[in-house]
């Protein structure tokens, strides 16, 4: 059975530990830089979400970290463009069905980049691929854990915004944490979908 989401918090705090204060200051950078400009956010988000999730795992997996990781995702600028510009595309395709298809196509992507990164000889399009793959049987629990945090999202409003300093980080972990438990569990191996 795939790990409880609380766990999985639990063990993204914990990396965190000792790590907030260059987690926070990465992820800061990365919100100005990305609130440029529309047409700018739209070229350059793909390889930042590429060095996001190598961030990320970084702190996931205790290894070194280094505020330009972010940036490494411009050595795949192609790639995460790709990547990017597809699962947009494909979210807002579902999307015009009705609002839940697109959620569900968008959970369906969520470990793309965790994937490009453990897999840099994959395309975009493979990875896509494989992340469906990893997410089925997963989406009401990515689901879950997602509400979860739309909860802590409301209290950081109250703090007029401050508290996304910290929640941000400790979202990105948590999904990093979540892949990871994907990749490890044993029904994956087998191809059998869970129903969570």
């Known amino acids: 059975m795939a790990t409880e989401n609380t766990t999985l918090m639990q063990s993204a705090r ?17 919100t ?10 739209i070229v350059i ?12 795992l970084n702190i996931s997996r205790g290894k ?11 050595n795949r600028f192609v790639d995460g463009l790709i990547a990017y510009l597809l699962i947009l595309l494909n979210v807002f395709l579902w999307a015009l ?11 369906s992507y969520a470990m793309t980049y965790f994937i490009m990164i453990d897999e840099p000889e994959l395309s975009p399009q ?12 997963y989406k009401m629990k990515y689901f879950r854990l997602t509400l979860r945090f739309m909860g802590w999202s409301l209290l950081c409003i ?39």
């Open 14 to 30: 914990k990396s965190l530990e000792n790590n907030w204060g260059i987690a926070i200051i990465t992820f800061l950078i990365y």
């Open 32 to 41: 100005i830089i990305i609130s440029v400009g529309s047409y700018a956010a």
């Open 45 to 56: 988000a793909g390889p930042f979400a590429l060095g996001l999730a190598l961030f990320s």
């Open 64 to 74: 070194e970290l280094k505020i330009e990781q972010i940036f490494q995702g411009f």
């Open 97 to 107: 069905l009705f609002i839940i298809p697109g959620i569900i196509k968008a959970f």
């Open 126 to 137: 493979q990875a896509m691929k494989k992340s469906q793959e990893m997410m089925d049987g």
């Open 158 to 196: 109250l703090t007029l915004g401050i508290g996304f300093l910290w929640l941000v980080p400790y979202m990105y972990v948590t999904n990093a944490k979540f892949y990871e438990d994907l990749k490890t569990d044993p029904l994956q191996e087998i191809g059998i979908e869970v129903n969570n």
